[in-house]
């Protein structure tokens, strides 16, 4: 069973744009916009073709032009988020951002530092699936495939080690008879431990050697079924990813 999910996760990690090109990256940038349901239910504006970069190394994230023109919205991990003007100012930060989740305000509204965490880890993983899956600490799960509208569906179940910030730490990975990731299943546990989501892949472009999809849309589930039709929770668009090389 073991020898099935190396495989499986080697094909998706060559159909992505393989383990050595990863290798030599130090991170990516992408202009995105993302809309949907949880932004409006926490009070959070849409993101219109925002900047951002992503390190391929270790959790860490940069949103730019974050609440002001010339700002910075920097997530470091776990440890820390914080909020940078033009000048390298920090205008406001928090240490253990996921810990602030559990206050009751946080049920009903997210303030810049909230979204900034949640945004930060989030949009991170996102960008670096499947190569997130190369690092050292992960367990692995075979199960059972599904026969989708364009063939075979090979699913591997993940538990995240502790050391990076995820949604939840058990995700399930879906991937098409290509290699490509069609869909991930989690529980967004800062929102809360009942929101458990299905979170769509499609219409994938190649941006200089890195594979990723271009569209992802996020939908509640119930435990043990599909994707509910309703609402929306995320609406991801991306415009464009630009690999950036790390220093020889």
Known sequence: MQHDVQAILDKAIAAHGGADFWRELSGVEARLSAAGFLFTTKGRPPLRHMRMWASATEPRFTFFDY?????????IGDAEVRIVDAEGNVVSRRERPREAFRGLRRQFRWDALDFLYFGG????NYLTTPFLLLRPGFEFELLSPLKGSQGRIERIAAVFPPDIPTHSRRQVFYFD????LTRLDYTAEVVGNWAR???LCEDYKD????????????WPTLLGSGPLPFPNLVALDIDDISPQRAAA
């Open 207 to 218: 941006f200089g050697g890195l594979k990723a999809p271009t569209k992802r849309r996020v």
């Open 67 to 75: 609440l002001q023109p010339g700002w910075r919205g920097e997530w």
């Open 177 to 180: 008879e290509s290699g490509l």
């Open 121 to 124: 880890y989030a949009t991170w």
């Open 197 to 199: 989501a299905a979170h």
